[in-house]
């Protein structure tokens, strides 16, 4: 699926708010979870096909098991609900 068209972008740009609000009600699925450990998550950007990036927020942020919550658990909720996810990057 490519993002981009004739029209001059919109519908790029349309696809990846599309995108983007699929990961919106994942994380909201997630973020209960790391809230119940005083952390939160935020979606920061996406390339609007396969790949996001996120920031741990509260305790999750600079927790040294946030690696392994960020692979063990936010991607692979991501990737279980959108199989089109590839990567994960978490940011500061």
């Known amino acids: ?6 029209c001059g972008g919109c ?3 349309n696809l990846k708010q599309a995108f983007e609000a699929k990961v919106q009600k994942v ?3 997630i973020r209960p979870m ?3 450990h005083g952390g939160d998550i935020e979606l920061v950007d996406s390339n609007g096909s396969s790949k996001i990036r996120v920031r741990l927020q509260g305790a999750c942020r600079g927790c ?3 690696k392994m919550t960020l692979r063990m658990g936010v991607e692979r909720l991501l990737k279980e ?3 089109e996810i590839e990567q994960v990057e978490a940011v500061d």
């Open 1 to 6: 699926m490519s993002d981009k068209c004739d």
């Open 11 to 13: 519908c790029g740009d």
């Open 27 to 29: 994380i909201e699925i």
């Open 34 to 36: 790391l809230q119940n």
């Open 64 to 66: 040294p098991g946030a």
């Open 81 to 83: 609900h959108m199989p």
